[in-house]
């Protein structure tokens, strides 16, 4: 990663990381001695770290990437000392110090209606409370896909691309007002909904975005490094030369 340029990596870790090596079932351990090896090697090449909390207890989303096998979301307020538990424990286990850190993320993608807000807020103090004591050097991280929605379907590559240069660019600076929080796009794809994109058709939308969510001012991450499918795997499309860093 570090040979292509990238500068850091978001890495998502599941609830039962605070429990390693013998987490409750149905989880498996050694997701640990994981997460230490990534600080080792991002020591030694020079990158930084974004711990990402991307499976709540309970389910914040009912995916099954929220460690949600049935479908159900429980994630709530009789759930907030127990995810505080899990951040405090990232935080005190030796990564809160650690050079390679830059953020530990609260939560992925908690989803409205069954996530209230007043839950969410509640947690979200009390979670930075367990590591920085107040809401300060706070990011807010916006995921954008440009997928999951009928309407993107319909559209060619061209019209995705006017979406980020104008809609996109402006629920981005909308995100933090000027002189208070950082933004972080932490997900997006070069992946296009409409049929018949080709590679090429989504290096172009890939650079859209980098034009666009390069004014994060707390930078961007994609989904993901490694992936099956050749448009959600950064790694190959930097090798094509579709995507420059």
């Known amino acids: 990663m570090a040979a292509n340029s990238l500068t850091a990596v978001r890495i998502p870790v599941g609830w039962w990381i605070a429990y390693d090596p013998a987490p409750p079932a149905p989880f498996v351990g050694g997701s640990l001695n994981a997460l230490d090896n990534a600080f080792t090697w991002a020591a030694k090449h020079g990158m930084k770290v974004i711990v990402d909390l991307h499976a709540a207890p309970g389910s914040q989303n009912g995916q099954f990437h929220s460690a949600s096998r049935d479908g159900f979301l429980e994630w709530g307020d009789s759930y907030i000392e127990e995810t505080v538990k899990v951040i405090d424990f990232l935080a005190a286990s030796g990564y809160g110090n650690h050079p390679a850190l830059v953020a530990i993320e609260l939560m992925n993608e908690p989803l409205t209606p069954g996530v209230k807000l ?128």
């Open 118 to 245: 007043e839950d969410l807020t509640k947690y979200y103090r009390l979670g930075y409370d367990a590591f920085v004591r107040g809401l300060s050097r706070v990011v807010i991280d916006v995921h954008y896909y440009n997928l999951f929605n009928q309407m993107f379907q319909q559209w060619n590559l061209q019209q995705n691309i006017d979406y980020i240069y104008n809609k996109r660019a402006s629920d981005l600076s909308n995100v933090t007002p000027e002189n208070s929080s950082l933004s972080f796009v932490g997900e997006w794809t070069s992946a296009l909904a409409f049929d018949g994109a080709t590679k090429e058709d989504s290096g172009k939308f890939a650079k859209a975005q980098q034009d666009v969510y390069g004014r994060a001012t707390f930078g961007w991450a994609y989904w993901s490094y490694r992936c099956k499918d050749d448009t959600w795997n950064l790694k190959r499309m930097i090798q094509d030369g579709l995507i420059k860093i």
